[in-house]
């Protein structure tokens, strides 16, 4: 029986893919930041541990605990609307930990159990706001795309070791907490002079009938997990697979 560890599990694309691979008779190791026993069914191929993704402590703890994995999610990661102009270093740079250092350290925390095992898989999972340019995401754009660029150099390095490292990018998903989640981070990140341009921004969206739910992403994990002649890159949900279509 295989064991996957996901980041990030405590809502959204996290939480549906953990029970998407308990579903299918896996073992998961659940984490999240504060650990919640209830937000999944109780079995006896669970464990919920706790792992914040900018701590190195955390990780290792968490990577200890956790013993031999097949399957490494990076879900974690927290978003950022808003122009340039209001949004200072300090969320900029607590962006980039989450969503950029913390995939890359704990991609790093795992590598020697898949390299010495000639056998493993890393899934990043980023965005498709990364496939098409828009307007007051310049900041969480360039955290995921970094990522994306990582996964692809990456996944050369491991080849040698028969180790597999894919990404999954979502589209929008209005039925996750994610929006809701990034609104502390919002306050003031739209100056005045940009009003008119976030209202357009917003008009659009409303208008956008094509989206994403986190089924569309966990199934979409499952494949890069269980499928080896899967694509590195793979759009999730119909927003995101109509946007990669388009390139």
């Not at 031999?68 to 209001?86: Q, T, W």
């Not at 390299?115 to 340019?133: E, F, I």
């Not at 502390?184 to 739910?213: C, K």
């Amino acid at each position: 029986m295989k064991t996957v560890l996901i980041t990030g599990c405590s809502s959204g694309f996290g939480l549906a893919t953990a029970q998407y691979f308990l579903d299918h008779d896996w073992k998961v190791v659940a984490t999240m930041r504060t650990p919640h026993e209830d937000v999944l069914p109780r079995s006896g191929r669970l464990r919920v541990l706790a792992l914040d993704v900018t701590d190195a402590d955390s990780i290792r703890r968490a990577v200890e605990t956790a013993g031999p994995i097949d399957v490494l999610v990076n879900n974690a990661g927290v978003g950022m609307l808003g122009a340039l102009e209001g949004t200072s270093m300090e969320q900029v740079r607590a962006i980039f930990e989450t969503n950029t250092l913390g995939t890359i350290a704990m991609t790093q925390a795992v590598l020697p159990q898949f390299r010495q095992r000639k056998a493993g898989v890393v899934v990043n999972v980023t965005s498709s706001v990364t496939l098409m340019p828009l307007a007051l995401l310049s900041v969480d754009t360039a955290s995921k795309a970094a990522i994306n660029a990582f996964t692809e150099s990456l996944a050369l390095e491991l080849e040698p070791f028969d180790v597999h490292v894919n990404i999954v990018l979502p589209g929008r998903a209005p039925e996750t907490r994610f929006g809701e989640n990034a609104q502390p981070r919002m306050q003031g990140a739209i100056p005045e002079a940009y009003a008119d341009l976030a209202n357009n921004v917003f008009a659009a969206w409303a208008q956008s009938t094509a989206v994403t739910t986190a089924k569309d992403v966990a199934e979409a994990v499952w494949r890069a997990a269980n499928d080896p002649a899967c694509p590195v890159r793979m759009p999730a949900g119909a927003d995101a697979l109509a946007l990669a279509g388009s390139r």
